[in-house]
């Protein structure tokens, strides 16, 4: 039986970092203060935030409230992604497979790369036309 008790887990994604709080609830998702629909303004993005919740069959029954900042809307809603997972398996030891199996808890590592000197971005060389 999971823990009434309110549980913390914090996600990162790019440059984002989502602090999430989670309680026994209805299903309300707050990101800063704001309901989920109005801040991700994306379906796809909503659908990313609820899919831990979707995997476990646990739609409706925890409120999430979430502070994020740095990055885009796609990095803070992986973030939020990442922290509803985290906090998740603090409640409740026996969802970590479930979330691990799906790939919840591992956090992307995926970052934009520096650019070089020498080229116009990262890779990308400048324009060269020999005449």
Same mark, same amino acid.
């Given at each position: 039986? =999971? /823990?009434?008790?309110? #549980?913390?887990?914090?996600?990162?994604?790019?440059?984002?970092?989502?602090?999430?709080?989670?309680? =026994?609830? *209805?299903? @309300?998702?707050?990101? /800063?203060?704001?309901?989920?629909? *109005?801040?991700?303004?994306? +379906?796809?993005?909503?659908?990313?935030?609820? #899919? +831990?919740?979707?995997?476990?069959?646990?739609?409706?029954?925890? /409120?999430?409230?979430?502070?994020?900042?740095?990055?885009?809307?796609?990095?803070?809603?992986?973030?939020?992604?990442?922290?509803?997972?985290?906090?998740?398996?603090?409640? *409740?030891?026996?969802?970590? =497979?479930?979330?691990?199996?799906?790939?919840?808890?591992?956090?992307?590592?995926?970052?934009?790369?520096?650019?070089?000197?020498?080229?116009? @971005?990262?890779?990308?060389?400048?324009?060269?036309?020999?005449?």
């Amino acid at each position: 039986m =999971p /823990n009434t008790a309110v #549980s913390y887990g914090t996600g990162r994604r790019k440059c984002a970092i989502a602090r999430v709080w989670l309680e =026994p609830g *209805d299903g @309300k998702i707050t990101i /800063n203060d704001t309901g989920h629909e *109005d801040y991700l303004c994306r +379906p796809v993005l909503e659908i990313l935030v609820k #899919s +831990p919740f979707t995997q476990l069959e646990l739609e409706g029954r925890y /409120n999430v409230k979430a502070k994020v900042k740095g990055g885009g809307k796609t990095g803070q809603a992986g973030a939020v992604r990442l922290g509803i997972a985290r906090a998740l398996v603090e409640l *409740d030891e026996g969802l970590r =497979p479930a979330l691990r199996a799906e790939g919840f808890l591992t956090r992307d590592a995926r970052v934009k790369e520096r650019k070089k000197y020498g080229r116009k @971005k990262a890779r990308r060389g400048f324009q060269f036309v020999k005449r």
